[in-house]
């Protein structure tokens, strides 16, 4: 059971999440400030710890890294992440695909934006705590931070706490808090949009990207003609027109052609990051 605080405390946390906090997060990022803390994003001082020193502000250093763990909750540090990706291209820079993930872990996935990565991984022990030693027998997650590809803080650096609101949290994700429900809302993962969405929603609402780069998903369609017909190539070329013009997908276009078999396939694009594993050492 939870007291009438924690749930007040936890519905605080989703209004925070609303849309005016994130219509202030990407006016924010527009202008080169910080919708947390309110100063510029290349701005660092160490006793001001705020998630925007993931964007890696003038210095910051790894030995940095755990006065943020200590200041802000995971969930925290991963909405902002979350948004942060999505605000460069929606869900196409988050992989946290359960198919694609070590399936001993509780979690692991890569976020990626401009030239930066970040990884969160946690394994079953992780959340409970390390039982034989003596300072990380408490449940935590393991970050790892990569700019340029090369490495700026690693798994093994750290051992991030959970705070008591991150358990709160992982419980009503999980559905163990009857009652409450969590919307993943602009900090929404590739993960998420495969969960929430039928390949026929997803045709719908996507648009053809500008360049192939930019897409988050790769659809091909394969058109074949129904026995005794053919297709003309006129017709696909006015598809192609059609398509140029509106901006829609092929595969949604093609729908309308006539005595035809239509199958697409929808896959997130290559664009979309690798996780970064973790190779557990024994400690
Ligand atoms: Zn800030
Ligand atoms: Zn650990």
Redesign the pocket.
Known sequence: MYTAEEIEKFNKEVIENSSRQHSEFTEGMRNGT?Y????K?N?FKKTKP????LLKPKGFKKKHFSLLTNDFCYHQIRAYVFWVANYEKMFGNINNLEDEKNNKKYFEYTVKYKNIEWSFSCSQEDFIGHKKSAFWNKPHYHFQMRIDSKPFINYSDFHSPFFEEDMFTFDVVAGKVPGFGLRSGHATGMQEVLDVSTPEKLLDSMKKAKGEKDGAFKIDTFIEANEGFTISGDEIADLYEKQKKTGETMAKLVKDMKNVKITTYIQPADSLPDIAGRTLRKR
């Open positions: 910080c947390l803390c309110g100063q994003l701005f705020c998630p925007h020193w």
